[in-house]
């Protein structure tokens, strides 16, 4: 069975370690905020100027001028800090964020990562994505395996325009954890119910399978 949205973003939530600064980036990443263990403390960041975010609002919490960079409101934490975009980048081009979580269109075996413009669809342009795959310490993907009509996104090379060359480390998708290594795409975890047979099925590149490979546990 498939992961959905919000069981990929937890999955992604247990590998954030205490003190990280982590910037979420637009769709699955955002949700990840909601589900940050509770025995550690990291601090989120968001490129319009936000550092200490908190989880998605309820009702009763919304302020329509407190939004992330993709434009949704959330809330902040206790110590929370308000700056410009240029302080935002400051800290994201010197090396400051810890993890990077994006989502994406494709990625290939060598860590190239696709994820800001489809060739002939409207978009709004590719926001702080680029300097993050250059400078964050570690950039973990969150996507499906494959898109809406089923070919894989996973891939021995990306055909659209690329965000960022050999930045992604590790691939959290709906049905496996997959690591980017030398020799390519390395199955580390299934998704409930997902046969090893399935993901490879449904991966365009070669993947390496090395003995039983664990259950994610959400």
């Not at 400051?96 to 060739?119: C, M, Y």
């Not at 680029?130 to 090379?157: C, P």
């Not at 099925?201 to 070669?206: H, L």
Request: hydrophobic share 45%; charged share 25%.
């Amino acid at each position: 069975m498939s992961l959905d949205k919000n069981e990929i973003a937890k999955r992604i939530a247990k590998e954030l370690k205490d003190g990280y600064y982590v910037n979420l980036g637009i769709g699955i990443p955002t949700l990840v905020a909601n589900f940050i263990p509770k025995v550690i403390e990291v601090v989120l960041q968001s490129e319009n100027g936000l550092l200490g975010i908190g989880p998605f609002p309820i009702k009763k919490e919304l302020d329509a001028d407190l939004i992330n960079a993709g434009k949704q409101t959330v809330t902040y934490v206790k110590g929370a800090a308000f700056f410009d975009s240029a302080t935002s980048f400051a800290m994201i081009r010197g090396g400051h964020i810890d993890l990077t979580v994006l989502g994406a269109f494709q990625v290939n075996e060598r860590g190239d990562i696709a994820s800001w413009k489809i060739p002939g669809k409207m978009i709004k342009g590719m926001g702080g994505a680029m300097d993050l795959v250059a400078s964050a310490k570690n950039i973990i993907v969150a996507m499906t395996h494959t898109d809406r009509k089923g070919k894989s996104k996973l891939l021995k090379e990306c055909n659209l325009p690329l965000t960022g060359v050999s930045c992604v480390k590790r691939i959290v998708t709906d049905i496996a954890v997959v690591d980017i290594t030398p020799a390519g795409f390395k199955l580390i975890e299934r998704a409930p119910g997902v046969s090893v047979e399935e993901i490879v099925e449904k991966t365009e590149a070669p993947i390496i399978v090395n003995g039983d490979i664990p259950q994610m546990q959400l």
